[in-house]
């Protein structure tokens, strides 16, 4: 089971998805892009303590992070 986690004001929110499960797959790749088109970064962990910045979907990422655009004051 993979996982989008995605943050915002609130905390944050779990999107449970099955890799092999086509129908499921293909909502997770289109939440991946209606987030990312909507200016949140997303990221994968790579390695204990280590991320890297994610520009385009991967279905095998086991776990996904979307952090909002930070808004300066």
Same mark, same amino acid.
């Given at each position: 089971?993979? #996982?989008? #986690?995605?943050?915002?004001?609130? @905390?944050?929110? &779990?999107?449970?998805?099955?890799?092999?499960?086509?129908?499921?797959?293909?909502?997770?790749?289109?939440?991946?892009?209606?987030?990312?088109? @909507?200016?949140?970064?997303?990221?994968? &962990?790579?390695?204990?303590?280590?991320?890297?910045?994610?520009?385009?979907?991967?279905?095998?990422?086991?776990?996904?992070?979307?952090?909002? &655009?930070?808004? @300066? @004051?």
């Amino acid at each position: 089971m993979a #996982i989008q #986690i995605v943050m915002d004001s609130t @905390g944050d929110s &779990r999107h449970f998805f099955n890799p092999e499960d086509a129908r499921e797959l293909e909502k997770a790749e289109q939440r991946f892009h209606k987030l990312t088109d @909507g200016g949140f970064t997303a990221a994968v &962990r790579t390695g204990p303590g280590q991320v890297s910045k994610m520009r385009s979907f991967d279905p095998n990422a086991e776990e996904t992070v979307f952090f909002p &655009r930070l808004v @300066g @004051g």
